[in-house]
């Protein structure tokens, strides 16, 4: 069965340092999304993407950050400059198409913020 | 304001025995309700959804019900099984299009051997 991925597990890095975060959608689906969930909290959404460019970001979604689709398979979450709040687990989803399609996701990335 | 709440941080449950994982939401242009399942350091796995224009919908030992006159979501596990274990969180679907999933709380549900 298909399934999103992402790399890295787990990223620790220093604040103020930039991450870059990767996720590998299922391959026929045309809506992309990230979500973060903080430590024993409930998952957000960050931002939704479709055909190149952003559909919908939330308020946490600030300048820090950015998505990019830099191919055909992978869809990419960059924090600029690292901040000790942004320690969370962020979470990649695809669906197929728009409406009540069910979000699939990913496994998550760890990020960890010294 | 749209929210997505859960009414119980922790159920516990006797290996075998039916499960109602309770969920209520404030936004009631919602149109797309989901279940999802997360274990421990994992992503949130799809368990059933359903649309605002049905009341209920089952699935391979699970129900959702949905009652719009009082926005009220609900899960029903039946034959709970040590597997059933984790995080179960409600989404709403925060509007049309390819919008993002706005998630509650999550009740964290243990099976009891």
């Known amino acids: 069965e298909p399934e999103v991925t992402q790399t890295p597990s787990h990223q620790v890095t220093q604040m103020g340092q930039e991450v870059i975060l990767r996720c590998v959608p299922i391959?026929?689906?045309?809506?992309f999304y990230w979500y973060r969930q903080i430590l024993g909290q409930k998952v957000e959404f960050l931002v939704s993407?479709?055909?190149?460019?952003?559909?919908?970001k939330s308020e946490i979604f600030d300048d820090q950050f950015s998505v990019e689709r830099p191919d055909g398979s992978n869809f990419t979450l960059k924090i600029r400059s690292t901040k000790l709040e942004d320690s969370a687990m962020y979470f990649c989803?695809?669906?197929?198409?728009?409406?009540?399609?069910?979000?699939?996701f990913g496994p998550g990335t760890r990020l960890t913020v010294l | 304001g749209e929210s997505v709440g859960l009414h119980l941080p922790t159920l516990s449950v006797q290996e075998g025995d039916n499960s109602i994982i309770n969920c209520a939401y404030s936004?009631?242009?919602?149109?797309?309700f989901i279940w999802y399942k997360q274990e421990s350091g994992k992503g949130p796995q799809f368990i059933i959804d359903?649309?605002?224009?049905?009341d209920k919908r089952q699935g391979q030992r699970v129900t959702v019900l949905l009652n719009k006159t009082v926005k009220h979501l609900s899960l029903q596990i039946a034959a709970t099984q040590p597997g059933d274990s984790a995080v179960y969180f409600c989404?709403?679907?925060?509007?049309?299009?390819?919008?993002?999933?706005?998630f509650g709380k999550g009740t964290h549900l243990i099976i009891q051997p």
């Open positions: 989404a709403e679907k925060r509007g049309g299009g390819a919008d993002g999933l706005t």
């Open positions: 989803a695809s669906i197929w198409a728009s409406g009540g399609s069910t979000q699939y």
């Open positions: 936004n009631s242009a919602s149109d797309y």
């Open positions: 993407f479709y055909n190149n460019e952003i559909s919908e």
């Open positions: 391959s026929n689906h045309l809506y």
């Open positions: 359903i649309r605002s224009n049905m």
